[in-house]
């Protein structure tokens, strides 16, 4: 199994200081009134069939699953969309469509037909979300990468739309601008979506890649309603690397604080627990599936069930 990657291609940080999250500097947690919603990102068990993982997110008490098209083509939509719903788990998402500026070797017209593809799959599998990534500069001007984008999502919404697929459009730290996409802060990508206006049209929100906007947490009510999916990891720094995240609760991303501003702004998605790390790649995935779940909920102040 390859490591994550769009081929050949498919964030402005903050200069403070990192924050420590309340879990590491000793504040109590405020837990939640409503019970968070979780999902395991297939992205961290690479080297496992679906069918395992359905089974282990089952036994750990997941709710859904987060889902990258490569694994899934390796079986095929229909079976994988049998196997998961026979498990009884909610397909929280979908990745990746994008590259509309022409870096993954496709053209514009290619990168509209393999999303096209992407949302019918989406709707077989029971995905709510899709995650866009638009794909770097690629040699044009902002104005234009921008420009181009926009044209994609025009062309997309509708159809996603009618297919009960939302769009989400990811922004991704500084270090990703210039191999996954040009959004690199939150403000660029809600432009863009503000252009939209499209119910179908909407954010995925990466903790790992913005934990360090400014002014994040007072932030997060702004835009949690167009929030799709919430993905959830944790890192000891800044991104340096495609694969350095670790197990909430274990760096210095304020968890702890993000998870409560969205929930107090009412957002009800899902939190995708996805561990992009060569350590975690590596390790003992029953043991790493059944803390990944812990640990969400500790950071987000809910009761931690024992699953084992």
Known sequence: MNKPSLPQSVGRVSQ??????????????????????TSFNHLTTLRWSLVEEVLELKKSNYDAIGLWRPKIAEIGEELAADLIRDAGLAVSSLSFVGGFTGTNGLSFDDAIADA???????ELLGAENLIVVSGPRNGHTVRHSRRIL???LDELADFAGSRGVRLCVLP?????????????TLDETLEVLSERNHPAVGLAFDAYQSWQEPNLIERIPEFAAMTGVVQI?????????????CIPGEGVIPLTEIIRAFQTAGFDGYYDVQVWSNAGWAADYPVAVSQCREAVLRVAGQPVAMTR
Not at 18 to 28: E, K, M, N, T, Y
Not at 116 to 122: L, M, Q, S, T, V
Not at 172 to 184: I, P
């Open 172 to 184: 991704m730290h500084q270090y990703f601008s210039k191999s996954w996409t040009f959004l690199n």
């Open 233 to 245: 990891s944790d890192a000891q720094r800044a991104p340096h690397a495609s694969a350095e995240r």
């Open 150 to 152: 926009g044209v994609a």
């Open 16 to 37: 403070r200081p990192p924050q420590a999250s309340a879990v590491q500097s000793g504040q109590p947690i405020v837990a939640s009134a409503v019970n968070i919603r």
């Open 116 to 122: 096209r593809d992407a949302i019918k799959d989406a």
